[in-house]
């Protein structure tokens, strides 16, 4: 693959860092941690949307953009550069995406317009505390001409903001459905938890819910099927993200070590220091190049699951390298709470959690090289 952006992809790259940079500013997000609110600026949100941001991926039609997966990456990776309070990855990739693949005529009619403009924020409960991922205890009893979901679901992102969910849920006939729930339906109690970087999360639970039957995305298809296409996505996105992290952290610690000084010369002068940056480096770089080419093969509509395994690899594993490296070299100032590092290392430390460890990622990969269903 070409690891070069595309015009198009840079001037999305260029917009979105602008807008990231211009709103999201550490006295703000200072301000904002202190409000004891959920980690979300309504300006900033205001400003993506108006930017075509938000809706980079949802079809012209429907006032979107009608891009790929590689832009929403993109602008996934600046996010995270910026640590901004801003629900873009659940908007775009758990909400929007999935709409678009699998969503009827009216039901995109229905609910596209909304997302693309961002008055609307959607997003997935996909865990559970005692379930795999494909196969939910929460169950949708058909009643009717609707549905009643019952079930709890743990770690849904930016639940706390949004107007609505697709929830998986078990149906009578054993198969798997996915549902359209809003978070104001009767039945639905969202009960924010803290996170590990401050990001808005929360347990969802719901009590015989009442969904219509035509709330149903992709009825035709396996739900499995339709989970499995979102956690792909869901996956390299969180491994975009990782990317953006690990590059800002990097490059907040060149300009500390330049700056820093030592016996009248700076750190970065000093050879175990420039050592300990260039391994970061190369960590940060593979951080990178593995997350790209996982979005690039999801775009181009080829196989990727064995190259979201690898990226994830990296981001656990070389993604935690790095930060830690960050913090070394800062030395007492690295892990100064009100000091901009702070917050790359806890949004690290989250990406690193939810995307699972290094180990299970190198076992999962393990069994598609002995399936012998990789694609390299």
Partial sequence: MDFSYSDEQQAIRELAGQIFRDLTTLDGMRALEKSGGPRFDPELWKALSEAGLVGIAIPEAFGGGGLGFMEVAVGLEQLARAVAPAPLYEASVLGALPLVEFGCDAQRKRWLP????????????????????????????????????????????????????????RLDDGSVGVFAVETAAPGVTVVPIETTSGQPEAIVRLAEVAVAADAQLGPEREGVEILAWIRLRATAGLCSMAAGVCDEALALTADYVKSRKQFDQSIAMFQAV???????????????????????????????????????????????????????????????????????????????????????????????????????
């Avoid at 181009?300 to 070389?318: L, Y």
Wanted: glycine share 8%; aromatic share 8%.
């Fill in 114 to 169: 909304d997302m693309a403009s961002g008055q609307a924020i959607w997003t997935a409960a996909l865990v559970e505390a005692e379930a795999e991922d494909f196969d939910p205890t929460t169950v949708a009893e058909k009643k009717g001409g609707e549905y009643r979901v019952s079930g709890e679901k743990i770690g849904v992102p930016a639940a706390q903001l949004a107007h609505a969910m697709w929830v998986p849920a």
């Fill in 274 to 376: 420039g050592h300990r940056a260039a391994d970061a480096y190369i960590d940060a770089e593979a951080v990178r190049l593995t997350a790209q080419q996982a979005a690039w093969r999801i775009a181009e509509g080829r196989p990727a699951d064995s190259q979201v395994a690898i990226a994830k690899f990296f981001a656990a594993e070389a993604g935690s390298r790095v930060l830690l490296a960050a913090q070394h070299l800062h030395g007492g100032v690295g892990v100064d709470r009100d000091y901009a590092l702070h917050r790359y290392y806890v949004t690290a430390k989250q990406l690193e959690l939810a995307l699972g460890g290094a180990t299970a990622h190198l076992r999962s990969l393990g069994r598609m090289l002995a399936a012998d269903t990789t694609t390299f």
